[in-house]
Nanobody, 126 residues
């Protein structure tokens, strides 16, 4: 069982930056691929970024490439999402997710992930 707790959301002006953190419980954190997703009101949950178990492979949604960076610190059992040049369309609840399988490569699909955090609100004002 993996428990995920996101933090770092808030209100920021367009063009600003935020760093989200996702603290994970469990001794096998370093073996799991992780992902960030987001969901705006009235919209489906969408992929943002993913990182494989070792941190050596990442992937991003086209809408955030060049602006967002996913990383992980296995010693701290934490995954991060650095968000720069934020836009109003980035406003959403951001969720952290973990793949229960070991040595996962990461994935953009929600069905890959078995554990989800409660979400953290990010609001970007114009």
């Amino acid at each position: 069982q993996v428990r995920l707790v996101e933090s770092g959301g808030g209100l920021v002006q367009a063009g600003g930056s935020l760093r989200l953190s996702c603290a994970a419980s469990g001794r096998t954190f370093s073996l799991h691929a992780m992902g960030w997703f987001r969901q705006a009101p009235g919209m489906e949950r969408e992929f943002v970024a993913t990182i494989n178990w070792s941190g050596g492979r990442t992937d991003y949604a086209d809408s955030v490439k060049g602006r967002f960076t996913i990383s992980r610190d296995n010693a701290r059992t934490t995954v991060y999402l650095q968000m720069n040049s934020l836009r109003t369309e980035d406003t959403a609840v951001y969720y952290c997710a973990a793949d229960a399988a070991f040595y996962g490569l990461g994935s953009p699909t929600t069905t890959t992930y078995d554990y989800w955090g409660q979400g953290t609100q990010v609001t970007v004002s114009s």
